[in-house]
């Protein structure tokens, strides 16, 4: 998939701007040598849409193009981009702040299953302020199979779980599976501070990591 | 050496060996652990994913509890909670308000004077004043690994110094070269294994893993090294399954190098867990008479 850019100047400036105050990351200075794409680990992966082109997407005002599209989804968040950029722009940052984005924006996720991978990690850990890896490859697996049975995808769904509990039963063998539940004594004062939500974070965006 | 320790959540979970291995070994060079007291997780890469707060919040605390622990340096041997650790010390060091706030709700306040430490950096000091030398009883002669460091170790999400080469770092290489090994030149010793790709994307991590394998293999390597456990997990767990996809037809060890440091000085694998793999990680010791 090639996707033909074209300059949309009534929502490039706001487009650019928000990802920039959300992601830290100074899109302008982006001069399109293209270091970053050689580097991705997934560039085949994404239909072309490397890190150079997604800032691209951005800076021309695409916004339906910057939030859906397979590098936001098939990002491996390996950071070589980033690290190599002659320009210091972090554009793993970018590929959060953009599911952050499509998340706002009630886009949905091009890979259902990394939006749910994190979104059980995240509640999860939050839960007992541990993580716990058979509460959240449950959470993550019964969001999955929601997911396929009302897509109607029965195979889907079966073979997830075979292929889960095939890793699952290996790991038990070799005792790297447990059943005791790890969490934390300050409770309360984690669900506090997790609760506060960053009244200053948003205020000050350009701190956002 | 006096070290606090963070475990994280894997070390405690399905790479408990690794926890072992650590407590078991470092010990045994010098280096003595003091876990930190009701640590939490540190969020690894899916809260920033998911809530720009959040990833702040959850390593903050940590780090105020190590603030208050008593030691000056603190040892994160998986790459995931050192690298969030760290980025958010680093964060918090320009951003008062958020720090503040932050602080407002901890009975232990983050001061952000901690020096955090990867599992490479806590060694470095006992490899380069000689004294990891003299612990060596069983030199591994024989053996060729790959190092591998994955992504985590030298590439952050936010500007850290870095204390190896962030292209080619020589951390495992050289402890390991002291414990008698011969440790390759190979060229995906920083490329991503998938991490959490192996579960929501897994044809694309077994993909990348593939690429890892085989120029590991074309180098003459016979296992393959690593510090961190999502790394480690992933190459040993889905190893069979790399193989049968990509026509590979040899199988690599996975160590931690806390095992490898173990053997070498005279700690029995069984007792670091070295059994414990799903490649089968004890064959290749008794190859080379390092484990009857």
């Known amino acids: ?209 | 050496m006096e070290l606090a320790y963070y475990p994280g959540c894997s070390l405690r979970a399905s790479s408990e060996i690794y926890d072992l291995q650590c407590k078991r070994v470092l010990p045994a060079i010098g280096i003595n652990l003091h876990e930190l007291d009701d640590w939490n997780c540190c969020g690894a890469t899916s809260a920033s994913k998911m809530d720009d707060f959040l990833a702040i919040a959850m390593p903050a605390r940590n780090l105020g509890i190590a603030d208050a622990s008593g030691y000056a340096e603190l040892v994160i041997p998986c790459s995931a909670c050192y690298s969030r650790m760290l980025v958010v010390q680093k964060v918090l060091e320009s951003e008062k308000g958020i720090l503040n706030e932050i602080n407002g709700e901890l009975s232990k306040k983050v001061i952000g004077k901690t020096r955090i430490l990867s599992i490479l950096e806590a060694i470095g000091p006992v490899a380069s004043s000689g004294e990891l030398a003299k612990s060596v009883v069983r030199k591994l002669e024989g053996l060729k690994p790959a190092c591998y460091y994955g992504c985590m170790l030298t590439r952050f999400p936010y500007g850290v110094p870095v204390p190896d080469s962030v292209e080619n770092p020589q951390g495992m290489e050289t402890i390991l070269k002291i414990l008698g090994a011969t440790p390759l030149d190979w060229s995906y010793k920083t490329d991503c294994c998938g991490a959490s790709a192996a579960v929501n994307d897994n044809e694309t991590s077994i993909k990348l893993m593939s690429k890892i394998m085989k120029d590991a293999i074309a180098r003459e390597a016979n296992c393959f090294v690593t510090t961190c456990p999502m790394c480690q997990l992933n190459l040993d767990a889905y190893q069979e399954k790399v193989k049968a996809a990509y026509g590979i037809d040899r199988s690599m060890p996975v160590y931690f190098i806390t095992e490898l440091i173990g053997v070498a000085v005279g700690l029995s694998p069984a007792d670091l867990g070295v059994g414990r793999h799903f490649v089968d990680a004890m064959a290749l010791l008794r190859e080379l008479n390092l484990y009857e």
């Open chain 1, 1 to 209: 998939m090639t996707t033909v850019l074209e300059f949309r100047p009534d929502q490039a400036s706001s487009l650019a701007a928000e990802v920039m105050a959300r992601s830290g990351q100074n899109l302008n200075a982006c001069y399109q040598c293209r270091r970053c794409a050689s580097g991705c680990p997934v560039g085949e992966e994404t239909g072309y849409v490397t890190p150079d082109r997604l800032i691209r997407m951005i800076v021309l005002g695409k916004k339906e193009a910057a939030l859906d599209n397979p590098l936001v989804w098939k990002c491996v968040s390996c950071l070589t981009c980033g690290t190599r950029c002659p320009n210091d722009i972090m554009t793993a940052r970018i590929v959060d702040t953009l599911k952050k984005m499509a998340k706002d924006a009630h886009v949905p996720p091009l890979s259902p299953k990394v939006a749910a991978f994190h979104s059980s990690f995240v509640a999860a850990a939050k839960r007992l302020g541990r993580l716990n890896e058979l509460e959240f490859m449950g959470r993550y697996e019964w969001k999955n199979t929601l997911q396929a049975l009302t897509k109607f995808k029965f195979h889907e769904a079966f073979e997830e779980h075979k292929s889960q509990a095939g890793l699952g039963l290996a790991m038990l063998r070799k005792g790297r599976m447990h059943f005791r539940i790890q969490k934390i004594r300050g409770k309360q004062e984690f669900r506090r501070l997790i609760k506060r939500g960053g009244e200053q974070l948003a205020k000050s965006p350009a701190s956002q990591e």
